[in-house]
C-alpha cells in the first residue's frame, strides 16, 4: 500500500452536531472502520467507560476524497481502568454507506516494527484536513501496544486517538 493509499483511509470522526472533530479512524474494509472507543464517546457525547454498546448514528469524513460517511458501532471496547485482558478503548464502526471504488482500504500487517520510523494523521484543534506526527517505533512493551518516541515538532497529540500509524520501512500500517 503506498503512502498515498494510506492518507486515503483516515477518516475523522464528527461530534454528533458537526461542529467538530471528536478524532480519528481508519477504513480497513469496505464494510468497517477503527477508531478508539473513548473518540466515539466523545463524538456521541456520553462517558467514555459506558458498558453498554452506543445506538446513535456516527459521522466519519474520508478528507482525502472529500467525503462523508454515516456509520454505527458494531463492536465496542470502552475504556475500563485497570484493565488486564482483552481489549479496551477500541470501537468497529460499521459503515451506512456504500464506498466508492477508489477507496481502497487499509490492510493491516503483524511485522515486527521496532526501530522503525513512522507517520501517522491526525485532527488536533485546528487541523480539518489533517496534521502530520513522525518518529520512530521504539518497542512493543505492551504486548498489543506500540510505543513511539516522536520528532519534536512533529508529535501525536490530542486529535490523533484513533489513528493507524504508517511504518516506512516496510511501507504497511
Known amino acids: 500500500m503506498s503512502e498515498q493509499s494510506f492518507e486515503a483511509c483516515i477518516t475523522r470522526l464528527f461530534t454528533i452536531d458537526k461542529n467538530g472533530i471528536a478524532g480519528t479512524g481508519f477504513l480497513v474494509s469496505e464494510k468497517y472502520a477503527i477508531t478508539c472507543a473513548h473518540v466515539v464517546a466523545k463524538a456521541l457525547r ?8 452506543p445506538d446513535g448514528k456516527l459521522y466519519l469524513g474520508v478528507p482525502h476524497h472529500r467525503l ?4 454505527e458501532v458494531e463492536i465496542w471496547h470502552p475504556v475500563l481502568p ?9 470501537a468497529i464502526l460499521k459503515l451506512l454507506n456504500k464506498l466508492p471504488s477508489c477507496i481502497q482500504p487499509m490492510v493491516i500487517s503483524e511485522q515486527n516494527f521496532r526501530e522503525h520510523p513512522f507517520r501517522t ?4 484543534t485546528g487541523f480539518d484536513r489533517s496534521s502530520l506526527a513522525q518518529g520512530k517505533i521504539v518497542g512493543n512493551p505492551l ?21 493507524p500509524i504508517w511504518d516506512e520501512t516496510s511501507m504497511a500500517p
Open 82 to 90: 485497570n484493565f488486564k485482558e482483552g481489549y479496551s478503548d477500541i
Open 143 to 163: 504486548g498489543d501496544r506500540v510505543e513511539v518516541e516522536c520528532e519534536q515538532d512533529k508529535c501525536i497529540e490530542p486529535g490523533f486517538s484513533g489513528a
Open 46 to 53: 456520553i462517558p467514555e467507560n459506558d458498558c453498554n454498546k
Open 121 to 124: 494523521y491526525g485532527f488536533p
Open 68 to 71: 462523508e460517511i454515516e456509520a
